[in-house]
């Protein structure tokens, strides 16, 4: 049977028009915090290659977070599993735990999904590249199969100018040795990382190598192997949503990663990517209607990884 | 293609046996510390019916905290969904978080698959329940086909005699007015719960129903709905493992759940349920061995649920 | 110059009823929330044996934690510095950490003023003891030279039902190998001590050996050697009011112990002990107007041990 | 009777010379690495202007922390009691919890004598001083009667240029709002302040005042009012050793504050100031040398504030 997509993705879309959003734009950051809280965009791809739209699936938005995925995977494949000797792949429990859990555990961050461990990702990029912001963009146009893919000067610049949190992660992991570059030029590549810019489209084709075995049906690009797709997708699953990673599998049941643009990536290996956006967080920083729409998707295909 | 699981689970017990195990028997339940540490049992069920065994698979063993899927299960059969206004499906992090977390979230436990979430879903079940403990047995015996399935007296006692930090638990949530009925009471069916004995077969046999939408193939019951069945899932992979709950996603990427008696039950939903049995553990508290045996299954046959 | 302590305790009360008292009467232990709220008492008493009063002074009321001074004394006595090897002389910080903390430290509690520390300090006196609740009590009614001190069995009966964190702390420690005894014997000597009830003046007389180099005025005897006054005063400094330790000291700056039914004792060494009664609390569940009265006094005397 | 300071000092470190010292010098900050371990000075300095030296009491050194009760005090004379909207007056407890504190009390620092404290009294004094290095220093050499203290450019640099731990503090302050000016401006008043060179005699003059309450008896000047210099002491001995703060009291019994350099300053209200200094810390963080000569005073005076 042929499932129907686009009959799901209009279905659920039309009754959220319907619904209150009781969610609310990140104010932390000055320059997301002018973003339009009505966009709602979805984009689902199949490993086949068939696509299916709703809304403002074409409009550019800040990936943040979503991001830290792509970092991962590119420093899988320029220093393998070393990596892991700089950080773990468990869940990061409540949001209260994040500088505790670091400081408890000696600068080594849980995992790489969280703010800690795409700073320590980031430094060891940039150790093993020429030109790390150069390369990364790279990277990620080449795994997208979009050359126009770029960094938002105007969100790197407002990160940078209120990331207290972040340079205080990235101090306390450089005093436990676990940062070998300047604390600023490891900042400084990773708030460009945080302010990529795409389409739910852009962003959807871009996750689609995790759906089909580490390839890429539209580029034909093998990006990583069958076995570390499958890896990436476990640490998606298991720490893609911060401290509401259980209620994701639970409700949605998809590896995942969202981010406090309002954009979320998930995929159901095998089958398709997809890509939500709508800038109004839920309290735990992820986007309210991204979930919904993720859920209905889930739920109403009767299909999860689970 | 036919996957040849016999094949691969004589290999890598093959192998095991010639390598060093590093593990050690838990020793602070007295009764268990007695057992066979050399003890070695594999069984793999598939959703179609064929079975593999390997070692000591007909062999009794105490399944411990693999039954606290079973009490999830009852007590959502018994009264559904309002059970998540008792504990979360987060999960825990750290296990030195264990009394810290449940503190701090003033005595609602983050899963039902730790200690304390356990024992408020026993809580939950005796109130529901006109023989609690016999109730439970019963469930148990229905969904596994095997109607000898039974508590052992020997573990319950050494289990109760000792179990201080499970009085801790139960008495900060009667604290926080997150348990209903007496302490005691309460502990009596949890440490009946965990007294649970079965051997590999019996066990893979039970968990067969979470790998078929719901339905055990060999009963023909319908235990519960396919989406209750992906979302019980979703929090054993999230929060079977304590804090290896990411590693084991990484290495094995099933759901899955261990015991401190050596046990794992895991499934790969659509294919198989696996038991395995080794009773000497890991520094995280899981069969050294088991994870070891699931591991090469989902490696070798190139498929786990990510 | 005589300090007029006469005056200065009437001006503070009398200035105090005319002032809203934001406190709120402990609900925890049911059969405290029955008290009067109303009630204020004030005892001063030198090293000189001069005595001065205002209110409800020779009202008995249940001194609560009050009497961990008491057990802590008396265990000093019986076992000496030995002590040290089962609890701590450290403050403990927030309250948020009582179990957190004894938790990371493995049972073993930071002061024996905290729940946690005096329940270690009971188990060791039921040890060394041969009726422990009865030696108890006659050592509190020798130091006290008052024969008439008494448990208060309505008081011990409400804490045992209502205690359960008292039972996950007791639980705690001896899963840690830190209580000898059972459990339930541990606490029933502990609930007990917190039950004792005193008067103003009784309690005054009581604590006024730590004031007088370890020498009761009143009855003579030498109840400790005067470096154990001294360290007995350094504990109640830095552990006697839980959160709160630092702001009484700043305020106060003497060395002092509260207790949930709304007393405090305070001493300055080589001049007086005091000791005040108001059952309505502050949030950190330290009796308000009782620390209004005690402030007052060292401002105006210009005197504390500061 | 005259007690005999001179005699009780050179009995204790004759003493401490036939003993071993299992203390280590701290090695975190390069430039303090380097000095000679078995340096031992000790200077105590009665209100009334007698001096007892011995050792190596005319030689300078870092006194680091010592430092932040200066800071403290300046900083309450030039901006009040408006002071306590910035930081606390609570012991920090444990060391593993300085950030975990910080960030649970959102950047509220417990107290002025741990570094986040001391961080944030540098922020208020900065936005309060026109010349906040210079206006410091002055103030410094003004209390203490001794115009060439100064500041050290080696121990400034070495600490600026390695202290991540502090930049992670500052960053966290800022985050949540408690930083007024740049965490590099801040921290750069912090750094130099930390590297504040005295000798034992002038330390025990520049702490005299809190003896005395608050009027430095050599320059006859009033720095504080009496409650104020009360104040301070309370917060130096409930504050003033970290975690080691109740062992301090228990043993020594006096108000104190130790560095990292080896230094402690205490007084004894009404009677006199003490400074010593020996380089080897225990592993607390405090002289280990420097404790025993305290505590030797104290036992042998049969005299603490207790």
Chains 1, 2, 3, 4 share one sequence.
Not at 65 to 77: D, G, I, Y
Not at 129 to 157: M, Q
Request: glycine share 8%; net charge neutral.
């Amino acid at each position: 049977m042929q499932t129907n997509y686009q009959q799901i993705i209009d279905d659920i879309t039309s009754e959220l028009e319907t619904l209150d959003n009781p969610g609310r734009v990140a104010s932390y950051i000055p320059e997301l915090a002018g973003v339009d809280a009505n966009k709602l965009g979805v984009h689902l791809m199949t490993v086949g290659g068939n696509r299916y739209s709703w809304g403002n699936s074409e409009e550019k938005f800040s990936i943040q977070s979503v991001s830290k995925v792509l970092s991962l995977t590119f420093a899988l494949q320029v220093m393998g599993e070393n990596l892991w000797t700089r950080v773990g792949v468990e869940p990061s429990g409540t949001a209260f735990n994040s500088l505790v859990q670091l400081e408890y555990e000696q600068g080594f961050p849980r995992n790489p999904l969280i703010n800690a461990g795409a700073i320590v990702v980031c430094d060891a990029l940039i150790t093993q590249l020429a030109n790390p912001k150069k390369d990364i963009l790279n990277f990620v146009r080449e795994i997208s199969g979009h050359k126009k893919i770029d960094y938002c000067p105007r969100v790197f610049e407002s990160e940078k100018r209120t990331g207290f949190k972040n340079y205080s992660l990235a101090n306390l992991c450089k005093g436990f040795g676990n940062l070998n570059n300047d604390v600023d030029t490891v900042l400084d590549v990773y708030f460009h990382l945080c302010s990529i810019e795409m389409t739910c489209s852009e962003l959807a084709q871009t996750f689609l190598f995790l759906a089909n075995e580490g390839k890429c049906p539209v580029t034909e690009k093998q990006v990583v192997s069958s076995q570390r797709a499958r890896r990436i997708n476990s640490i998606m699953q298991m720490c893609g949503f911060y401290d509401e990673a259980g209620e994701f599998a639970f409700r949605v049941g998809l590896p995942g990663k969202s981010g406090v643009g309002g954009g979320i990536a998930a995929v159901h290996p095998g089958k398709y990517s997809i890509a939500v956006w709508s800038p109004k967080l839920n309290e735990k920083g992820n986007s309210y209607q991204g979930i919904k729409v993720l859920e209905a998707v889930t739920t109403r295909t009767q299909s999860s990884i689970f």
